[in-house]
């Protein structure tokens, strides 16, 4: 079973507003990355957790706020986001071994007005 | 500044074709090297991985490494229109393996 879960599919919010984006994952795996993908453009890495220590933060500006609870989940918490942050956010987790092969999951539309 | 270079397309094939997407990369550290598929509108889903230099082959895929000339290839054998879609190359960087640097991505387009 390769399934990220992530939740919800769709968000919009305000300017104002304090939102959080949900990922899951069941497979034992112990890195849990949050991706950032405008249209037509790659996948930009912003935070990785490895042993549910943040391992990588990519300069993402404070708005941004990650957490990894456990093992298994990993939040991104949004507040006072800009509309140039309207994105597909993407979860991924990879197993740490050799070759760190990421698996994402499905993404949340982030639509700020 | 470490980076993954891609034909951005399109590169149209006809169906039964074999379709051959490149990529180059700048980190000579770098160790693994992926290629995934997204379609429009979905998330980038994980077709291949390679580690050593070499072909790997797996199904109709087949993932080419030249370490020395920092080249990594995708071949698709028998192209069908359901390979329609982006093709990102990936390399993850000498920094303990997390750090994944995406290409921009070659569009493929399988005509019947």
């Known amino acids: 079973d390769t399934e990220v879960t992530q939740t919800p599919k769709h968000l919009v919010m305000g300017m104002t507003n304090k939102k959080s984006l949900k990922c899951e994952q069941h497979?034992?795996?112990?890195?849990m990355y949050w991706y950032k993908q405008k249209a037509k453009k790659p996948p930009e890495l912003m935070f990785v957790y490895s042993y549910e220590k943040l391992s990588i933060n990519e300069s993402v500006p404070s708005r941004f706020s990650p957490e990894c609870p456990n093992s298994s989940l990993l939040n991104l918490h949004l507040h006072a986001l800009q509309p140039e942050d309207s994105a597909l956010y993407l979860c991924?987790?990879?197993?740490?071994?050799?070759?760190?092969?990421?698996?994402f999951g499905p993404g949340t539309r982030l639509t700020v007005t | 500044q470490k980076e993954v270079e891609q034909n951005s397309g399109p590169l149209s094939v006809p169906e039964g074709a074999i379709a051959s997407l490149n990529c180059t990369y700048s980190d000579r550290g770098s160790q693994s090297f992926f290629w995934y598929r997204q379609y429009s509108g979905k998330s980038p889903e994980l077709i291949m991985f390679?580690?050593?230099?070499g072909d790997k082959e797996d199904g109709r895929f087949t993932a080419q490494l030249n370490k020395a000339s920092q080249y990594v290839s995708l071949l698709i054998r028998d192209s069908q229109p359901s390979d329609s879609a982006t093709y990102l190359c990936?390399?993850?960087?000498?920094?303990?393996?997390?750090?994944?640097?995406f290409g921009a991505g070659t569009r493929l387009f399988v005509k019947a």
């Open positions: 390679i580690y050593s230099n």
């Open positions: 991924a987790s990879s197993h740490p071994g050799q070759g760190h092969e990421q698996y």
């Open positions: 990936a390399v993850n960087l000498d920094t303990g393996g997390f750090k994944t640097i």
């Open positions: 497979m034992g795996h112990r890195a």
